[in-house]
């Protein structure tokens, strides 16, 4: 049998441990998989970090759309006033999806039954269902075409508005979003509101 020195092993053995370690290290080092989920409940505050989240949209949306379903020109209409949900400014400095917070702007709203909506973002889709009804491909009594849309007596848009502070582990976010009813007879604003949301955040050291 073959046998070996103490320097060949003491070698082997760095060589081993070196190999482990090494090992160990790239797996360390390398990206992480979350390979686990469950079911949360969304209404539970969501501030995992420093941007604009769903609760934030959810707080916002909640006391804007209250504040405007009793506002006179909606809650004392004699029938439910025909709306438009258009844009939502972008004045920050993060990536925010403007088109989502309309969108339950005009979910809550209908959930009220107090306005009724038409949509814009459906036109272009509403102007090829006309042409195809009008093609000689549907029945006489039950094609539609242009000149029987109602017009809307309303637009809501705004504006969403952000400042950050920052002093050594301290930061502060700021959100203001801000919406307006405008009447589109007069062009006149009938009721606007804005709702703040001010979060603070503290730094923690890498790794903890």
């Known amino acids: 049998m073959k046998k070996f020195g103490f320097g060949r092993l003491a070698s082997m053995m ?14 360390g080092c390398g990206p992480k998989a979350f390979t686990k989920g469950e079911y949360d409940d969304v209404e539970r505050e969501n501030n995992m970090n420093d941007l604009w989240s769903e609760t934030d949209m959810q707080k916002v949306v909640a006391d804007l759309v209250k504040g405007l379903t009793s506002h006179n020109s909606i809650a004392n209409a004699r029938k ?24 339950m702007v005009r979910v809550e709203l209908s959930r009220g039954g107090k306005v009724a909506f038409v949509d814009k973002e459906a036109r272009e889709d509403v102007a090829e269902e006309y042409n195809y009804q009008n093609s000689g491909m549907v029945s006489d009594t039950t094609k539609k075409g242009p000149g029987g849309q109602i017009g809307a007596d309303y637009i809501i848009n705004g504006r969403i508005d952000s400042n950050v502070q920052e002093v050594g582990k301290n930061k502060s976010v700021y959100y203001k ?32």
């Open 14 to 27: 760095t060589f081993a441990v070196t190999a482990v370690a090494t090992v160990a290290a790239l797996s």
């Open 177 to 208: 979003v801000t919406l307006n009813l405008t009447n589109l007879r007069t062009n006149i604003v009938e009721w606007t509101d804005y709702k703040q949301i001010r979060k603070t955040y503290k730094k923690r050291s890498v790794g903890l």
């Open 80 to 103: 439910p006033p025909i709306v438009m949900v258009t844009k939502l400014q972008n004045k920050t400095n993060e990536h925010i999806d403007t088109q989502n917070i309309m969108d």
